[in-house]
């Protein structure tokens, strides 16, 4: 008796130590929310408490997609980041504020693609004739992630009209809407084990000829380009569709299965009662 | 019928097969309380069953080697004719087996079923348990893709907090520093060959070790559910005056089955995702880790426990000591009461684990 | 009794259901295991004309088995199955000879597959070519 009350007794603890890890375990482990931070560059340290014009771009280059992909001012300006008296030596690279017509070029380094649409574009045979540049539209310290809302009234209306500008938005933005949906459907389908490999470098290829389309000003030639483009993501569609429709099959068979057996689990069920 | 009859007669006259049938069988008889729990076992041969078939029809197709692996089961899911469907039943099957070996557990755990004479029961049990583990975590490994690869990192690091031996032992598993195309060898030799029969062999000792001490009693529906057995001789616990097991209770343990295979595909056709999570279809990728890593839901609360404890050894031994307190069950609760009603301090501790585990295996999945 | 007439109706529904059931596993199971779906209309190969110099025999790969493309000292053209009608082995080509030898029980054969000498029962089978602008279709 009393070796039995003794046992007991080691099962007492149990429940105060579950209590106590329940209890403990916020303070125990404490969230890891951590940014990764980098260094701030010697140009931000300066130029951040200098007045108006020269402190003004910190700001703006804070909000921007730039600066969330650490990509800071040396990156684009030159110059050494770390040490102040080089910061903006040329013999270090700097090169400062880029003139007007030299703005595409300035871009074009990281953004070659983008510069040869641009520069083949209405709006890049206007550069230096009254044209705009790349940070006419997109900005020069606060460029967020481009999207067809660059595209808007108020913008293009600074130069001309907006009925050419309307159409050509328009009509991207109906490719875009399709161009997502597929994107959708095939991770959807990828995390279900279906072999998504070809779709998904159809697509890729698809929305990289998509993209070159975002420079071009000519209505007529973005009309064109968007219906070829349509045309091969119907393609990707209807592929889609295959997969969508033998999977619907898949569903109802297994429903039928899922009947069955509850039929089968039911008819045994009764015929065990036949022998109580 | 009648060619049926003469066949019997004719393996009868030569094995006593009706000998066996009315021993076995027909004149096996079962309380008559008994509930539909007890057909949980059953359930886990026919899991056990079907994994191992599936298992096989899958090796037909399955590639072993690090390069090739998740190709084969590409190619097994998108191009052999009904390739999805058995890997499906695999995957699912093997989740399902770990959840009714839980349910088997509690079942056993709540009627006090794990008592005197049938420690040796409990204790082969909790050997399974482990086994089964043990197969769900190489088979893991197969499809060598980002989830498998990092799920086995992190759950081969653990191992590492053990003093002394504990790197070494980790090495050992992988069979080299990091998980590579040596411990998918290991893994896979493990998981088709070494592991499926010692479980075998296991359940067939459970089995036995059934059928040698006698079903139990559920102690429900009668007044006296603390009788103390005397341990002076070996009794078979016979129920006299109870319900043959063919036909009657052969006939719940099909309807019960089918009511499982009906949950099962239910899973597979229309839950399909339910085993996976996106990265379970990269290939894996040996130097990038991706975000929000985790183990599969039955190993969750381990891995939240690790992560609570600063030390990883604590965090260990902590689930040691738990498991071996579950382990030695039968013999640290030597009270012969079984109705769960009646064992307070047992219902308290048990309900406290369980919401536990519940809520350990919870945060797990959200930390 | 009563009993028994529904055990009779119950025990038929069930074997008729199980039976549907056995049927609904191994449909998959067979499918599963069996050998890919031939196409219909085996792919074509196409080679140059160039690829087979006279007196040679070029060894291709043709609806999945081995085949043989051989150009004779006259000129001619034949595209020929290269497995033995004996007992399957892959025959070889014997350029002093110009006839096909099998290694495995000494079968011979012609450049347009008749049987020369040996155990084989069957001429070598005769694929279809074509032969256009110095290009060989094959099928």
Redesign the interface.
């Known amino acids: 008796m009393m070796i039995k009350a003794s046992m007991r007794i080691l099962a007492l603890p149990l429940l105060p130590i579950g209590a106590l890890i329940l209890a403990t375990m916020p303070i125990l482990h404490p969230t890891e929310a951590i940014c990764a931070e980098q260094p701030e560059t010697v140009c931000i340290q300066c130029h951040a408490s200098l007045p108006d014009k020269l402190g003004a771009p910190v700001n703006l280059w804070r909000n921007s997609i730039h600066a969330e992909n650490g990509i800071s001012c040396n990156s684009c300006h030159g110059g050494d980041p770390k040490n102040a008296a080089e910061a903006m030596s040329p013999s270090k690279g700097f090169i400062g504020v880029p003139s007007e017509t030299n703005v595409p070029a300035f871009c074009g380094r990281c953004h070659p693609g983008v510069q040869k649409d641009y520069l083949a574009s209405g709006h890049g045979r206007a550069l230096g004739k009254g044209g705009p540049t790349c940070v006419t539209c997109h900005g020069n310290h606060q460029v967020l992630k481009a999207s067809l809302d660059l595209i808007n009234e108020k913008s293009c209306t600074r130069c001309h009209s907006f009925e050419r500008a309307k159409a050509i938005k328009d009509a991207m933005q109906q490719t875009e809407g399709y161009i997502e949906g597929i994107g959708r459907r095939i991770s959807g389908f990828q995390a279900t084990g279906v072999d998504t490999e070809r779709l998904g470098k159809g697509l890729f290829a698809v929305r990289n000829r998509f993209h070159t389309l975002f420079h071009e000003v000519n209505v007529a030639r973005v009309k064109t380009e968007s219906t070829q483009i349509n045309t091969e993501l119907a393609k990707l569609d209807a592929d889609l569709k295959v997969i969508e429709e033998s999977h619907a099959k898949r569903r109802v068979a297994g429903a039928i299965a899922v009947s069955c057996l509850l039929l089968i689990a039911l008819l045994v069920h009764l015929l065990r009662r036949t022998y109580k | 019928m009648a060619l049926l009859k003469r066949l019997y007669r004719w393996v009868d006259l030569r094995i006593g097969a009706s000998e066996i049938v009315a021993k076995e069988l027909t004149g096996y008889l079962l309380p008559r309380n008994i509930n539909e729990w007890y057909s949980l076992g059953s359930i886990l041969l026919v899991i056990f069953a079907l994994q191992v078939v599936t298992g096989m029809l899958l090796m037909v197709y399955y590639v072993p080697d690090a390069d090739k692996a998740f190709k084969s089961v590409t190619f097994i899911m998108n191009e052999v004719p009904y390739g999805w469907l058995i890997r499906l039943c695999h995957a699912v099957g093997s989740n399902m087996m770990v959840a009714v070996l839980i349910l088997h557990m509690l079942s056993t755990l709540f009627m006090g079923s794990y008592k005197s004479p049938r420690e040796l029961n409990w204790l082969t049990g909790f050997i399974l348990l482990t086994l089964v583990q043990g197969i769900s975590l190489t088979g893991y490994l197969a499809p060598w893709s980002q989830l498998s690869f990092w799920a086995t990192t992190v759950a081969t690091n653990s191992a590492s907090a053990i003093p002394v031996i504990g790197p070494y032992l980790v090495e050992f598993l992988r069979g080299g520093k990091l998980v590579g195309p040596p411990t998918l060898g290991r893994f896979f030799a493990l998981h088709v060959s070494v592991l499926p029969v010692v479980i075998a062999a296991l359940i067939g000792a459970h089995l036995f070790i059934l059928k040698r001490t006698g079903i139990s009693t559920p102690p429900f529906g009668s007044s006296e559910t603390a009788k103390p057995w005397r341990a002076e001789s070996y009794s078979y616990q016979s129920h006299p005056g109870g319900i043959p097991f063919f036909p009657n209770y052969a006939l719940q343990d099909l309807t019960s089955i089918c009511i499982y295979f009906a949950i099962f595909l239910a899973v597979v056709f229309f839950a399909p995702n339910l085993p996976f999570t996106p990265d379970a279809f990269v290939p894996a990728d040996p130097f990038k880790t991706p975000a929000h890593i985790k183990p599969e839901w039955y190993f969750l609360a381990n891995y939240q426990t690790l992560k609570i404890f600063p030390s990883e050894l604590l965090g260990l031994s902590v689930q040691a000591i738990a498991m071996t307190f579950l382990a030695l069950l039968p013999f640290i609760d030597r009270s012969p009461e079984r109705h769960p009603m009646k064992r307070p301090l047992f219902l308290i501790c048990t309900v406290a684990g369980i919401l536990l585990w519940i809520g350990l295996t919870v945060w797990g999945h959200f930390s | 009794m009563e009993?028994d007439g529904?055990?009779k109706f119950?025990?038929v529904?069930?074997a008729g259901?199980?039976a549907?059931?056995a049927v609904?596993v191994a449909y998959?199971?067979v499918?599963?295991?069996?050998p890919k779906s031939r196409q219909a209309g085996a792919e074509k190969l196409v080679l140059s004309a160039s690829d087979v110099p006279e007196g040679e025999a070029k060894f291709i790969e043709y609806a999945g088995a081995s085949a043989v493309l051989v150009k004779t000292k006259t000129g001619e053209l034949i595209a020929l199955s290269a497995v033995c009608t004996h007992l399957g082995c892959i025959v070889q080509w014997v350029k002093d000879q110009q006839h096909f030898l099998c290694p495995c029980h000494g079968g011979l054969f012609a450049t347009d597959g008749t049987v020369l000498a040996g155990p084989p029962p069957r001429p070598l089978a005769k694929i279809p070519l074509t032969l256009t602008e110095g290009k060989i279709t094959i099928g």
């Open positions: 009993n529904r055990r119950l025990g529904c069930l259901a199980t549907a059931a609904a998959p199971v499918r599963y295991l069996g």
